[in-house]
């Protein structure tokens, strides 16, 4: 989605217009979690999920719609892992513009959002 946006002329979505982002982001993982409940397989992992988008609308200080928090109490994961952020691993690209700073005070939103929606 970022960089269909690129392609666009938009370099950060997300800094130019964090709701229509986020609404482009929440419809594709709504229907990333619904193709997961119709796969024959019994495991299906996501490297983000639901709640991610409100965490980071939070971060940014943003207001939205209750369509996101519907979508958390709708969607529910059965299990999540969360990773600190980790240095020496941690890049900046075309993709991911925050620095390392930025990812750790993001991590405390997504800690903060996946325990308010019961995880």
């Known amino acids: 989605m970022i ?13 130019t217009d964090p709701l229509l982002f ?3 982001l929440l419809e ?3 229907n990333q979690f619904n193709a997961a409940v119709e796969n024959p397989k019994n495991l299906v992992l ?9 965490a980071y609308m939070d971060y940014a200080g943003q207001n939205y719609p209750q369509i996101f928090v519907e979508a958390c109490k709708n969607h ?3 299990q999540v892992f969360m990773l ?6 941690h890049e900046v690209d075309n993709e991911r513009y925050e620095d390392f700073s930025i990812a750790k005070a993001l991590h405390d ?5 996946y325990t308010y929606y019961g995880y």
């Open 46 to 54: 996501y490297d983000r999920g639901i709640p991610d988008i409100l």
């Open 84 to 89: 600190p952020p980790w240095e020496e691993i």
């Open 3 to 15: 960089k269909a946006a690129q392609n666009e002329g938009i370099d950060q979505l997300f800094l």
């Open 28 to 30: 594709g993982r709504v």
């Open 76 to 78: 529910q994961y059965d």
């Open 22 to 24: 986020s609404l482009r």
């Open 109 to 113: 939103f997504l800690v903060k959002t």
